[in-house]
């Protein structure tokens, strides 16, 4: 009987030890199934990113196209504009213009890859004639240059914003010129931009930047001397121009209030925009007075190029801007530094003029009565000074008399040796607006 009963016991505990056994592995069983697996480890790989760079672009309106591959990218973005990626991640995307384009490819887990685009501009062919506001506004002065571009001897019209005297053309709704009482709405500029613009033709702006009598005048009886350009005395400086002709280059309320016209005049529609008398007067720089300039009178005005150049491209114009034919060889007579200027324009606009030079200038006995010889031989010199500027050079020529009768062959010598030293592009200047078609070869 003991026997049996040790036995019992024995059997009850191995089972007891089984069901403990059973219920233990259950429990951690149960427990292992139920703990929450490790999640998978996160994305952090951007994704792929090759971007070409843009064609050049025909004008600061824009847009800019650029292409690429953005590899496992759902979404590639320049500033506010997007797109989706098409198979193999290949994109296209325009945007407006800018000097440079952030381009950004984003995945579906949010991480990115960007790259940074520089733009160009490749300006068009520019074959165009001086058109004054009071000309404009003459049916028959206008009807004649409309002709000419008719006929396809010319593409661009140079259209006067602010001349000589300091009058601005159309009705402009800058604060300053209407408080100076320099808009005189000789013209309607947006009527003038549609007609040109329909007619297929490019529309350069001139701003007579720096002789600039009417704001001279008012700021002199406005209490603000200082945006006068003076002699030692303190007294406005006075040159064969005028009593009070030129403003101080260094002022920054005058630098602006130019800079606030030729935004608007981008934004009206020019197409470009020339500043011009964008210099000090000749004479000797000790009797001239620049209040409030730091540096010499060359530095500043290249200065204000730069400042300029932003908000004019931005606004969607070029800029340019006319100089001396002698400032490539004598820069310190009127301030213009054609290398420090050359690189903040689209292109310099040298006045090459026949009858401005001296005798034996570049080696021509006879400038005036050698309009080829000296057209081509100042070029070439140009060229050099705005080598790796990023400027281009297109000259203004001749089409006035001024000692020497000067008609179709003189006019079409200087447009020959302009083509001849490598530039398709030019101005004519003729202050009455008068010009001699039979100059201009037809397309």
Known sequence: MRLRSANRQRLAI????????????????????GRPSSPPPADTTPPGLEVSAPDA???????VVVRGTATDATRVSIGTVAVTPGPGG??????????????VAADAAGNQSSRTVATTVALPRLRAVHVTAHAWSHEGLREAVLDLAREGRIDTV????????????????VPLARDSGAAQGIYDAP???????????????????????????????????????????????????????????????????NIDLAVEAAQLGFDG??????????????????AGLTDSPAVAIANFLAQSRDPVHRAGAHLSAA??????????????????MARNVDFVAPMLYPSHWNSGEYGVAHPNGQPYDIIFRSLQDFHARTAGTGAKVVPWLQDFSLGVSYGDAEV???????????????FLWNAATRYHGGGIDLP
């Open 191 to 257: 009527a003038a931009l549609r007609q040109l613009h329909d007619m297929g033709l490019q529309v350069v702006g001139r701003i007579v930047a720096f002789r600039d009598p009417t704001i001279a005048e008012w700021a002199w009886h406005n209490g603000r001397p200082d945006w006068v350009l003076q002699n030692p005395s303190g007294q406005p400086y006075s040159s064969h121009y005028g009593p009070m002709a030129f403003s101080n280059v260094a002022n920054p309320e005058v630098r602006q209030y």
């Open 412 to 426: 079409r010598a200087q447009i020959d040796a302009t083509r001849d030293a490598g530039i398709d592009s030019f």
């Open 14 to 33: 191995i089972a007891f030890g089984a069901v403990l056994t059973i219920l233990v592995v259950s429990l951690v069983a149960g427990f292992a199934l």
């Open 158 to 173: 140079q259209l006067d914003i602010k001349d000589e005297d300091g009058v601005v053309g159309y009705d402009s709704q």
């Open 57 to 63: 672009v025909p004008s600061y309106r824009g847009p």
């Open 90 to 103: 290949a994109f296209e995307i325009s945007a407006p213009w800018a000097p440079a384009l952030e381009v």
């Open 323 to 340: 100089v001396y034919g002698i400032a490539a060889t004598r820069p310190d007579e009127i301030a213009q530094d054609i290398p420090l």
């Open 273 to 290: 925009v020339m500043y011009d008398y964008i210099r000090r007067p000749d004479g000797s720089l000790s009797s001239m007075v620049f």
